[in-house]
């Protein structure tokens, strides 16, 4: 079955700082991979996905992701976080040909 | 296009009360998809529609809840009779391509009192 795994369920980091957020993956097959984030009262906002290609992604509000397959990790990073970066991140797996599914979050919060 | 629209974005109600919720995908979009979002489970897909055919229900809870897709561009979602347990936040999503990226409604907060 397709699964992914984030491992924290909180990440903070100093405003200016590099951030990183941890997922994993397990998949049969290629996996098809995204990011999502969530601010409060909002719906899930997609940021960047990976299908096939280069192993880094690029996405929305300087977001970027690397692909290691043999790791079979997706970490999603920023090389400068912003205060309103603070935020709850969901990573997801492609699952059947239609439906994702989403790792449990993890909480983004960036100091000033 | 303004994505997908969902109303009421709140809903406080009386358990045994009929709830329905409602979605406007984005137009285009084939797929359509709907969520519940608790603290506990965090996101579960409930069901999803194929151009206005519903495909997999597997995540519905219980006969309680229903959903509908009578057109491209509306979807209702029903709980009938409502529960304090079924309180959460119910999110519709919409997407062009099998398998591709999903946006999201700003989502409807349910209060089951």
């Known amino acids: 079955a397709q699964s992914v795994a984030q491992p924290e369920d909180q990440v903070n980091v100093a405003e200016g700082n590099p951030l990183t957020v941890k997922c994993t993956y397990s998949v049969s097959g290629n996996p098809y991979l995204f990011w999502y984030v969530q601010y409060p009262n909002r719906g899930l906002q997609f940021l960047l996905k990976y299908i096939t290609g280069d192993n880094l992604v690029k996405g929305s509000y300087g977001f970027e992701a690397e692909f290691n397959k043999s790791q079979t990790s997706f970490h999603l990073k920023k090389p400068s976080a912003l205060v309103s970066d603070s935020a709850l991140y969901f990573c997801?797996?492609?699952?059947?040909?239609?439906?994702?599914?989403f790792g449990k979050g993890t909480m983004l919060l960036v100091s000033p | 296009d303004a994505g997908v629209i969902q109303s009421p974005r709140h809903e406080v109600t009386e358990m045994g009360q009929e709830v329905t919720l409602r979605c406007k995908p984005i137009?285009?979009?084939?797929?359509l998809f709907w969520y519940r979002q608790t603290m506990m489970r965090g996101l579960e897909l409930l069901i999803y529609?194929?151009?206005?055919?519903?495909?997999?229900d597997s995540g519905m809870p219980e006969d309680r809840f229903s959903a509908k897709m009578p057109n491209a561009s509306f979807s209702t979602l029903k709980i009938q009779p409502s529960e304090p347990r079924d309180s959460a936040v119910y999110f519709c999503?919409?997407?062009?391509?099998?398998?591709?990226?999903?946006?999201f409604g700003p989502g409807t907060r349910l209060t089951v009192t």
């Open positions: 997801a797996v492609r699952r059947g040909y239609s439906t994702l599914t």
């Open positions: 137009s285009g979009h084939d797929y």
């Open positions: 999503a919409s997407s062009l391509l099998s398998g591709g990226e999903q946006y």
């Open positions: 529609f194929n151009n206005n055919v519903p495909i997999d």
